[in-house]
């Protein structure tokens, strides 16, 4: 009897350490998973300010990198390319932020709307509309502005 009560008290003991290995091989493995989480979080926020080579740059605003794009284009781009070269450069950005961004760099002659939707490098504008004169209304007043006081925009 004396071996069945070693063999039941070794059986004991090895299903208690059996038991805490579970436990600590839980713990380890959410461990595990959490560093894997705050691995894989680094290296998205790491990619956001890596170049196309994956070289480490500093962050620029959007509207830096939209016209870097641009210049280093060899044709036009519309809105969704313009989108696409800014994600292969490591930003993720929205079609109305870019389309925003792009509508307010045209209107400073940062770079040049060719029509809706398109963009390219200023010095590509066909149009050439920093030397265009302002084109007149037909009764010799610039567009836009009040011909009287009721409000009538000519």
Do not use: F
């Not at 071996?3 to 208690?16: C, K, P």
């Not at 691995?39 to 939209?66: D, F, H, V, Y």
């Amino acid at each position: 009897m004396q071996t069945d009560d070693a063999l039941r008290s070794e059986l004991d003991q090895l299903q208690t350490e059996l038991a805490e290995a579970r436990i600590q091989y839980a713990r380890l493995g959410a461990k595990i998973a959490g560093l894997e989480a705050q691995s894989e979080a680094l290296a998205t926020a790491l990619s956001g300010i890596r170049g196309p080579r994956g070289e480490a740059t500093t962050a620029k605003p959007r509207t830096e990198a939209i016209e870097d794009v641009l210049m280093a284009a060899d044709s036009e781009l519309a809105i969704k390319d313009v989108i696409a070269a800014l994600y292969e450069g490591g930003r993720d950005e929205s079609y109305d932020n870019v389309a925003a961004d792009l509508a307010y760099l045209a209107e400073r002659g940062r770079i040049a709307r060719l029509r809706r939707g398109v963009y390219n490098r200023p010095d590509r504008d066909p149009s050439d509309r920093g030397n265009a004169q302002q084109q007149l209304h037909p009764l010799g007043k610039p567009p836009g502005i009040l011909s009287n006081r009721c409000g009538w925009r000519g």
